[in-house]
Structures are given as structure tokens and as C-alpha cells.
């Protein structure tokens, strides 16, 4: 099995569900509880917690846990939105962001939020110009991906957190879901208020994630009850899935320093090898992209039909992001660089780890080649 | 682009230490060694008067930023190490004042002779350097007061030293260079601070934690370790005694009357510590008393509770305000682990009104109706060892998770 399908979700490290199972087996307290037993999972909480914000390079006392990448942009742009509302309600995002926060920024417009989305280049990249024209006075935050889930472009956070430095009262949303442990990220110098990220993108489980709040940053919670997280997200711990994930990120981010140059070479291997085909259009920006992604297009394909024959042959990969994926309409981020929606209809992606090896990359593009091959044979009959 | 081979560390106060000067060298060696234990490659090359970190390839901006909390050092500059051939130097010193500078910076050449053989004098030095570097970078202003890069050219007997940036160390003397002492670790604000100052002074710390359950809880134990583990980062690694203190508290609740129970206590655990002391070789000891902060500081309570001992009590905190004393813990990152809201032996018997001014007589005659020899030796005796370092885990089994 070729599995490249990692920026839908990650095969979980060994290590990781070995944690989950112990935890989940001997520290099955609850961390409020008062008494020892509780003690005891709270002091994992905390040790996680630590780990994780370490890993970060950011405080421990500035990540919320969360039940995922989805619930991490959810609280920070409408517990945004709904702490701030009366100091303004205009909202700055991109045009290619992901659903969780696109369909988040849709809900607010209904209730009466004024949404800017920022158009990109070619390359999938904001233009920081356009996007201090778009302040005023009233606009309460900013949200813009590190790492584009669908074509691995990467937007330049750094820059725009020093823009937004002399704009004190915005706050500064970064989707790192799809960065984490491949694209590194200094949150302090960037200046980000939120940054969210998911633990089943890097090999920890579903259901896990976190939100780094800025010191000092206040939002109004989504989830109202017990007071966990410092109010700001109640509900009992997932102790075992916090565990984890932050053995995961340990593990990912020691990856990181060893292997990040071989992924690399693996998605060179695969663009230089995909662009001398003829049928295919490679989307993801030479320059400026994640060394995990790689979006392309096999004009005269529908995308689903080469996702399947590649699926008999035992490789997955995934038309554009996983989450929108069942629906047959064209890419929204690929349509905002300006591929055309024909193109943008077979569009498909493939989505490393560190696991994947130049073998396997080797062994993907003579099926590439073999299923057009085969493909068009039948097309043309 | 060029880049620094050596990081050039200057002792302060340790070089005026006379004949004991070896024993603090050393001792800061090893603490350096201890702290760049992740960058393998590097060479620490001690001489008199200075300390030399040979970088072999390891990143300086990294060990830059790990030498800051090192006691010991007052200063230290990230350096390049060339021949004595003025035209080496001088295409060293224009590599070197590239690489740092930025438009519109004034700068200035610093010229140091240690090496009185060598063919320039110091006015040469900075009238041969500062020009060479005026003719090859346009637009650029000399200014001597405040300049924005200052090149430092060192020349000694072995070779020539560039360097232009220099850092602030943390001052004191190195860990351990001064011997042992117990610290009273309370789980308040005050103790961590009192030990972190005491270990600036090159104090090795072992601290005595009084333990009360089931009136205090487990929380308040892990409270203590992670205090005891902030501290580990200064020194590598923290012994942790605690001592369990409950049956004491429970005798003294029985036999002292109530406003003297608190004095009482504090002499039990003076008492305690002090055992421990003696059985580890400590010489003093170290609490985070501060003059009229509580009732058990008054200087009348001191009186009656200083009597048990005759080894020296350490009070670094004594003449600070609160709010200074505030400000430490934050800077230490004690501060946020002492406010977690769980009792600790010193808060769960307090007597509605302490005696803020005790009487030495009486609490002795207090006391004198029961034998607290035993009871003290016990629970020297049951007290339990641990050593905290800065990044492992007290049980292996939650270890392995993470």
C-alpha cells in the first residue's frame, strides 16, 4: 500500500495509541477530580501541555486543547467575533482558506459580521499590499493559513504579523493545521494571536488538537460548563488522545530535523518526474510550497476516475481536500489562482509524511503513466 | 558569509577570587558543559582570565541564547579567531562588520593590546581598521560614544580575536561553588525565589519540603516538585526531601496551645531541616523569610524560632518588598506553579490568631511537657529522597508516555 494521502489525516505512530491505551486503561481520572487518582491524569494534562508548548516554542499556559483543527478555528474566529463584536465586525480572510473557517466566516456574515476575502496569485499567495488596504477601523481580526491544504502554497505569516504589528487591536488567526511539523512557524515573531493545529494530521489521533491564545488574549468561549481550560473550553479532558498528541508532535518535530531534506527530495523527485508528462498541470508553486504536497492536473480527467484506477493498484491519494472531496465541484482555492474550472475539475492530490520513501515515489509515477496510458485507451474507444 | 568559530566568556568577579579561582573555573566549566549538552561538537578551552567555547560548526546564536541563565559569567561575545598578518585581520574585521551591519549604522573600532610585541599600537589599530572599513562601505559614519556596531580587535600573544556583539551574563558565582545548603520549600512565592538568589551566589540547594496528608494533598507534593524542577534548570539537577509531618503537626495541635502552635511548628521544622542538613553535609540553611510579611517573621518570632539551631539561617529575601520579590519568581517562571490554590503545611493549621510576637520562655515551656526527640528522628528517618532534574519525569511508567 502507497499511502499519500496524509493531508486528509496521517497513519497514527505506534507510539501515540500505545500512550492512548495506557492512559485510557490506568489514568482513567478525571483531572478535576479532587482526589489522588485525578491528581494523577491532571499532572499528565499538565505534562502535555508542557511538552507540547516546548515543541511550540510558545508558553504553557497559551495552548488550549480542543477536539481538532476544526474546533480550534471555530473558537478562535467566532470567540473572536463574539468577544469583540462591539468594537467592530469586519473580518479579513483569504480566499482559499479551509471549510472550517470559510463555512465559519459564512456564519458570521449571516449574523451580521462584514467579511473581506483577500484574492491570490497564481502561486496561491496573498498580496500583503491588498490586504492593508482591506483594514479599517473597525476590523477585529485577521485569518489566514499557514499552509494551503489543497496545493502546499504558503502564505508569508511573518510578513503580515509585522503588518498587523502596528495594528494593535486586530487580532491575528493562523490555520497551521496543514504547516505543523513541516513548515516551521515562529508564533512570537509572527505576532499570531490563534494559531490552530490538528493532532491526526501528524500521526497523533482523531479528535485531538489545540489552539495557542497569545498571552494576554481574551476570547469568549464556545463550549460553556465545568471550567476546564481556563474557561475557555469546557468539557472533560481527552487525556489519553492529549498524550497522544503530544508524543506525536515530539516525534514528528525529531522527523522534522532528520528527514525534512528527504521529503524533500521526494516531492522534487515527483514534480520534475510529473511535469514532463503530458497530460499533467502541476498547481503547487515551485517556490514558497510545503514539501508535503503536490497538486496537479491530468487534462482530459475527471479527477475521481484516476483516484479510483490508482486506488486497484493499491495507491491513495485524494482528489482536492478530503473534506470537500465528495462533492464534485471544482476547487474554490485552485479557481482563485486562476486555473480555469475544467482544469481545476481534475485537479488531484498527493500528500506525504515522513514515512513515504523515494521508492514508493518511483513506483507512483510509472502507475501515473501506466493509468493514463490505460485510461485513455478506453476514453478514446 | 562569515561566521564565529568561538564564543569568548569573560568571568567577572570569579577572576578576583584569588587562590579558590581553579575550584570556581572549573565549576563553571562543568556548568557550561551541562548546559550545551545538546551541541556535541563543541570545546571548552578554560585559561585564567577568560574562557574560550570552541564551536566546531554548532550554531552561536543557539549557545548565545543558552549561556544567558549561566551563573558566573558577566559577559560574552561570539569571536573569530585570525593569524597576526595585518591583512588577514583586516579582510576578517570588513567580513565580520558586513555580516552584523544594517544601513544608516555608525560604528567604531575598539582596539585591546594584550600582546605589548605586537607592531601596531592601539592607535594604530583602530585608525588602520577604521579605515579600511570607512573606504570599502559607503555612507558610513564613525561615532565613538554611541556606536551602533563596535568592533572589537583583541590582539594577544597566540593569535587575533574579532568580536562585536556583546551579551550580558547573569552574573554571580557558578553553581555549587559555594557549598550546601537546605532550603525550606514551602510551595509559596517566597522559598523558590530565596532559593534561585542563593544559588546565584554559587549555592549548591537541597530542598526540605514538610509534608501534611491527608491535610494536604498530593497536588501540593506535585506543587513542590515543580518548583524543585525550575530550580533544577539552574544546577542541572535538585535533591528533594520530603518530610512526612503530619503526626508532628497532630502533637503540636494537642499540646501547644493555639496561638503558639504556628511557633511551635516553625521550630519542629527548623529542627527537622536541620537533621537533614547534618546528614547531607549541608552548612546553612536557607529560608524565603521576609522581615514583618507574616506573623511568623516578625523579628520576635525569628528570636523564638532561630533558638532551636545554631547553624546559619540564610534569609536572602529578608529586606525585600513583596511586590520585588514578585517580580523574581515571574522572571524564574516560579511564580504561576506558586499560586496553584492548594494548602500546604504551613497554611492548613493556621491558628485564627497567631502570636505575631511569640515569647522564647514560654514556647520552650510549652514544648518542655513532651519529648519531640522521637517524633523528629522518625520522620528524619521516613523522609524520602528524590532528585528533580529539569526534563525528566519523578515516575518512569508516565515517562514512557510522553
Redesign the interface.
Known amino acids: 500500500m502507497i499511502y499519500f494521502d496524509n493531508s486528509a489525516t496521517t497513519k497514527p505512530y505506534k507510539e501515540a495509541i500505545d500512550s492512548f491505551v495506557k492512559v485510557s486503561t490506568s489514568y482513567f481520572g478525571n483531572p478535576s477530580s479532587l482526589h489522588g487518582f485525578g491528581e494523577k491524569a491532571e499532572r499528565l494534562l499538565k505534562q502535555a501541555r508542557e511538552q507540547m508548548a516546548n515543541l511550540l516554542g510558545v508558553k504553557s499556559n497559551e495552548i488550549y486543547f480542543t477536539s481538532g483543527g476544526t474546533e480550534a478555528n471555530n473558537m478562535a474566529i467566532k470567540g473572536t467575533a463574539l468577544m469583540h463584536r462591539s468594537r467592530g465586525r469586519h473580518i479579513i480572510t483569504t480566499k482559499i482558506e479551509h471549510p472550517s473557517v470559510k463555512e465559519t466566516m459564512d456564519q458570521l456574515q449571516e449574523a451580521g459580521f462584514e467579511i473581506s476575502y483577500l484574492p491570490v496569485d497564481a502561486a496561491g499567495i496573498i498580496d500583503i499590499s491588498i490586504l492593508e488596504k482591506e483594514i479599517r477601523d473597525d476590523t477585529i481580526l485577521v485569518s489566514v493559513m499557514h499552509v494551503n491544504n489543497e496545493t502546499g502554497s504558503i502564505q508569508p505569516i511573518e510578513q503580515i504579523g509585522h503588518l498587523l504589528k502596528y495594528y494593535p487591536k486586530i487580532l491575528f488567526h493562523v490555520d497551521h493545521v496543514q504547516g505543523i511539523g513541516k513548515v516551521p512557524l515562529d508564533f512570537y515573531k509572527s505576532h499570531i494571536d490563534f494559531c490552530s493545529i490538528s493532532g491526526h494530521k501528524f500521526h497523533g489521533l482523531k479528535g485531538t488538537g489545540a489552539l495557542f491564545i497569545h498571552e494576554g488574549v481574551d476570547i469568549a468561549p464556545l463550549l460553556s460548563g465545568g471550567n476546564q481550560e481556563k474557561k475557555k473550553r469546557s468539557g472533560t479532558e481527552n487525556t489519553a488522545g492529549i498524550v497522544a498528541m503530544a508524543k506525536a508532535l515530539r516525534l514528528t518535530m525529531s522527523e522534522m530535523n532528520n528527514k525534512l531534506e528527504q521529503l524533500m527530495k521526494i516531492k522534487t523527485y515527483l514534480l520534475n518526474e510529473l511535469s514532463v508528462i503530458e497530460e499533467v498541470m502541476i498547481h503547487t508553486p515551485e517556490h514558497k510550497s510545503a514539501p508535503h504536497i503536490i497538486n496537479f492536473s491530468l487534462k482530459g480527467f475527471k479527477a475521481e476516475v484516476f483516484v479510483h484506477a490508482l486506488e486497484e493498484l493499491d495507491i491513495y491519494i485524494s482528489t482536492t481536500s478530503a473534506c470537500s472531496s465528495k462533492h464534485s465541484s471544482a476547487s474554490e482555492t485552485l479557481m482563485a489562482m486562476g486555473v480555469t474550472e475544467m482544469t481545476a475539475k481534475s485537479a488531484v492530490r498527493v500528500s506525504l509524511s515522513y514515512e513515504n520513501t523515494i521508492d514508493e515515489a518511483r513506483y507512483f509515477i510509472e502507475s501515473v503513466k501506466k493509468t493514463i496510458a490505460q485510461l485513455r485507451k478506453v476514453m478514446k474507444a | 558569509m562569515i561566521t564565529y568559530d568561538r564564543i569568548l566568556i569573560r568571568y567577572g568577579e570569579i577572576s578576583t577570587k584569588g587562590r579558590n579561582r581553579n575550584l570556581f573555573v572549573d565549576k563553571l566549566r562543568r556548568s557550561i558543559k551541562r548546559v550545551l549538552h545538546d551541541f556535541p561538537n563543541i570545546k571548552i578551552e578554560a585559561q585564567r582570565d577568560r574562557m574560550f567555547i570552541l564551536l566546531n560548526g554548532e550554531n552561536s546564536e543557539e549557545i548565545v541564547e543558552c549561556l544567558q541563565g549561566i551563573f558566573g559569567i558577566q559577559s560574552y561575545s561570539p569571536a573569530i579567531k585570525v593569524g597576526k598578518d595585518i591583512d588577514e585581520m583586516k579582510e576578517a574585521a570588513l567580513a565580520l562588520f558586513r555580516k552584523v551591519y544594517r544601513e544608516g549604522n555608525t560604528f567604531k573600532i575598539t582596539a585591546k593590546r594584550a600582546d605589548k610585541d605586537f607592531s601596531l599600537d592601539t592607535g594604530e589599530i583602530n585608525q588602520t581598521f577604521g579605515s579600511h572599513i570607512l573606504v570599502n562601505i559607503p555612507d558610513l559614519k564613525v561615532d565613538v560614544k554611541k556606536p551602533d556596531i563596535n568592533i572589537v580587535v583583541e590582539v594577544r600573544k597566540e593569535a587575533c580575536y574579532l568580536s562585536c556583539e556583546n551579551y550580558k551574563g547573569a552574573g554571580g558565582l557558578p553553581a555549587g561553588s559555594s557549598g550546601k545548603a537546605m532550603l525550606m520549600l514551602s510551595g509559596g512565592i517566597d522559598s523558590p525565589v530565596a532559593g534561585y538568589l542563593s544559588m546565584k551566589r554559587g549555592i549548591e540547594i537541597e530542598a526540605v519540603h514538610f509534608y501534611s496528608p491527608p491535610f494536604t ?3 501540593s507534593k ?1 506543587k513542590v516538585i515543580d518548583l524543585a524542577k525550575k530550580l533544577s534548570r539552574i544546577s542541572g539537577g535538585v535533591a528533594l526531601h520530603i518530610v512526612p509531618f503530619t503526626e508532628i503537626q497532630q502533637l503540636i495541635q494537642k499540646q501547644v496551645p493555639d496561638n503558639y502552635t504556628m511557633t511551635s511548628t516553625r521550630r519542629m521544622m527548623m529542627r527537622i531541616t536541620d537533621e537533614i542538613r547534618k546528614k547531607y553535609d549541608g552548612l546553612a540553611i536557607v529560608t524565603g523569610e521576609s522581615l514583618g510579611q507574616v506573623a511568623s517573621q516578625t523579628m520576635e518570632s525569628m528570636y523564638a524560632i532561630n533558638d532551636v539551631i545554631s547553624t546559619p539561617v540564610l534569609r536572602p529575601l529578608i529586606t525585600m518588598d513583596k511586590g520585588d520579590i514578585i517580580d523574581i519568581a515571574h522572571e524564574i517562571d516560579t511564580h ?1 506553579i506558586s499560586i496553584r490554590p492548594f494548602e500546604d503545611c504551613c497554611t492548613v493549621f493556621v491558628p485564627s490568631s497567631p502570636k505575631t510576637k511569640p515569647k522564647l520562655e514560654k514556647v520552650q515551656h510549652f514544648e518542655s511537657f513532651t519529648d519531640f526527640e522521637p517524633y523528629i528522628a522518625e520522620a528524619v528517618e521516613k523522609t524520602e529522597k528524590l532528585i528533580i532534574k529539569p526534563n525528566t ?1 519523578i515516575d518512569e511508567e ?1 515517562e ?3
Open positions: 494533598s498530593e497536588r506535585q504561576d519525569l508516565i514512557n508516555l510522553f
